[in-house]
């Protein structure tokens, strides 16, 4: 009887172990891998020439209202899309966007050019943009542009608007008709390795815009344009800005700043490890000479090295692209920003200038470990209205 009773047990113990097997070797929802959306299976052609959004679209569709973890699939070639939005809210937080090839612009600008933006990420959470090149095919509007004629004003190659959580890994933003990438109302966004290619001379093609966004990380990024390499406007803060190579271009800018009256400021701002070559400024705060509640609090340049920069270290609070410009004094505060271990070359002999507003001058300047030199000789500062300190090395002589 007893023998009874242990095979009997045994035999119930092998069963429940095999169930258990059998359900732990089960993928949960949440651990199931990845499902997949290739645009090609969707109808898109790498030929460079087919209009292939709507399969774009379709795929984003699909991995939007997916409840787990979603991939959209561009293989390699050149795929031609047209203006599109990539929308949420998405049923998942998860969502990948894996680019091998090439998203290629309408070569006609005039099919983009009045759109605002060519690709747009908007109101999601959570995505992943890994790899891939954006061609927007901006020279003939360009073009157009420098001939004085009058043309689109073009379109940026990649919009993030608010969202959050968002990675842009690897990608290569090329001859975008405006800026590149602009980052605008955004949570917690990180770009590691991204490049950005446009010539010299092309219009307006700021790299990276960031706008109105909290918490933004770019790192290991070489960009080369005609404009900003990196722009900050208004309300941005908690910026880290890392190992940057910049050229051609306008320098890193905080600004413009108060060109409206009431205005958010900018504030947090780290840029480190930045080498700027033959760019027109190296880092730079630039502000309207109008009222404005706005100011720039907190900033901190670091480790940066200058090749040949006619503006290394600028604050212009009477910035003024075009004619017709106020003459009053802004009223953007500027104060506590930092200057460290900078170092190289100015193609100018006033390498270090501070413009600052008549009616709220800087304050907090720190200046530490400053060397440039121009044509072989100790470069020169320009001080109005500046107030701080410096330490360390001094070359130019402060003029704090």
């Known amino acids: 009887m007893a023998e009874l009773i242990f095979n009997t047990c045994l035999n119930y113990l092998v069963l429940a172990l095999g169930i258990f097997m059998l359900l732990s070797e089960s993928p949960s929802p949440a651990n199931a891998a990845s499902v997949q959306y290739n645009v090609v299976s969707l109808g898109a052609k790498a030929d460079g020439k087919t209009d292939s959004s709507k399969a774009f679209l379709s795929a984003w569709a699909s991995a939007c209202g997916s409840t787990s973890a979603a991939t959209v699939y561009v293989p390699q070639g050149r795929f031609l899309v047209r203006s599109a939005s990539f929308n949420g809210p998405c049923k998942n937080s998860a969502i990948t966007v894996r680019i091998d090839g090439t998203l290629v612009a309408p070569s006609d600008y005039n099919v983009n050019g009045n759109v605002g933006n060519w690709i747009v990420l908007m ?10 090149t954006l061609d927007g095919q901006g020279t003939r509007l360009w073009a157009c542009k420098n001939s004085g004629k009058s043309c689109p004003t073009g379109a940026t190659n990649l919009k993030i608007t608010n969202s959050q959580n968002i990675l842009v890994s690897g990608l290569r933003s090329l001859n975008s008709q405006m800026f590149h990438i602009v980052i605008n109302a955004c949570q917690d966004v990180k770009m590691q390795g991204v490049k950005v290619s446009a010539s010299g001379t092309s219009p307006n093609t700021d790299g990276i815009h960031i706008g109105a966004s909290t918490g933004v990380t770019i790192l290991n990024s070489k960009i080369g344009t005609g404009d900003d390499c990196v722009s900050i406007g208004p309300g941005s803060n908690n910026l880290w800005i890392q190992n940057i190579a910049c050229g051609p271009g306008h320098g890193i800018s ?20 930045v080498t700027f070559t033959g760019t027109q400024n190296g880092v730079r705060i630039k502000s309207w000479a109008r009222p404005s509640n706005s100011f720039a609090r907190n900033i901190l340049f670091q480790h940066v090295i200058m090749n040949n920069v006619q503006n290394p270290i600028i604050i212009d609070q009477n910035y003024c692209p075009d004619s017709g410009c106020p003459s009053q004094a802004s009223g953007v505060r500027v104060s506590d920003v930092t200057y460290q271990d900078i170092h190289g070359t100015s193609a100018t002999e006033v390498a270090v200038k501070f413009d600052c507003s008549s009616k709220y001058p800087c304050t907090g300047i720190r200046m530490q470990d400053v060397k440039l030199i121009y044509q072989n000789q100790v470069a020169t500062a320009s001080c109005t209205h500046a107030g701080g300190s410096a330490s360390g090395m001094e070359q130019p002589s402060s003029c704090l």
């Open 123 to 132: 109101h999601v959470t959570g995505v992943s943009v890994i790899g891939g």
């Open 254 to 273: 905080i600004g413009s700043l108060g060109k409206d009256q009431q205005e958010d400021g900018v504030q947090n701002v780290t840029v480190k490890t």
